[in-house]
């Protein structure tokens, strides 16, 4: 069994290699080449969690891609992101439909390096995160204002949703999503949570252990 390779932040300076020699580029350079493109659905999804992250306060910890689900709060709730958007970087016809994933997975459990457990919804809370903004001239992902933010308790899609693995912002809006401002997110998810998610369960204590290597 090979044990979990640790991680830890960058700070963008860090040099490229080549036998040893740094060559003239940096991890900061990467991410530029990367990530610039924050209009397709990849950096898109990122700059979204991100946001969900800062309104938590919880930008400390690395995001582990492979975790099963995006985020902790600082009261153990787990909580999903998904992002949508109106506007595509390609030329379209008329705006999309936003549309979001709400698959179930197995839990990928870090300390095994496998899945266990049953198909489901991992999180306590899912935060959907529509680019709403309709006017190119003026279109900038990264300006807060241009996003709305959508909240609903795990138990609300289970309900509602059961196996479905996608769903549309329509029908959310029809099941009862609560939308929140920038800034509320938090509070807001701890009242629909509706108590503290207990640190000595597992699954809390697999993502503070990712943060503890962060």
């Known amino acids: 069994m090979l044990e979990r390779i640790a991680h830890h932040s960058l700070s963008g300076a860090e040099p490229i290699v080549l036998h040893d020699a740094a060559l003239p580029t940096n991890v900061l350079s990467f991410w530029s080449w990367a990530l ?6 990849t950096a898109r999804g990122l700059l979204a969690e ?37 506007l595509q970087r390609w030329k379209q016809k008329h705006a999309s439909i936003p549309i979001f994933s709400v698959a179930s997975t197995r839990f990928w459990d870090q300390s095994l390096g496998a899945y266990t457990g049953e198909r489901k919804r991992q999180a306590d809370v899912y935060v959907f995160c529509l680019h709403s903004h309709q006017e190119y001239d003026t279109l900038n992902p990264l300006d807060v204002r241009q996003w709305k933010f ?26 009862g999503v609560t939308e929140v401002t920038y800034g509320a997110i938090d509070a807001t998810i701890t009242k629909l949570a509706g108590k503290e998610f207990r640190l000595d369960n597992p699954a809390a204590h697999q993502t503070i252990d990712f943060h503890l290597h962060g």
């Open 150 to 175: 959508f909240v609903a308790a795990t138990t609300l899609l289970d309900t509602h949703l059961g196996a479905q693995k996608t769903v549309s912002l329509s029908t959310l809006q029809g099941i």
């Open 36 to 41: 610039s493109d924050v209009l397709s659905n």
């Open 50 to 86: 991100f946001f969900v992250a800062c309104d938590l306060g919880v930008t400390d910890a690395i995001r582990v891609e492979w975790a099963p689900f995006d985020l902790t709060s600082h009261s153990g709730i787990r909580v999903e992101v998904k992002s949508s958007a109106y």
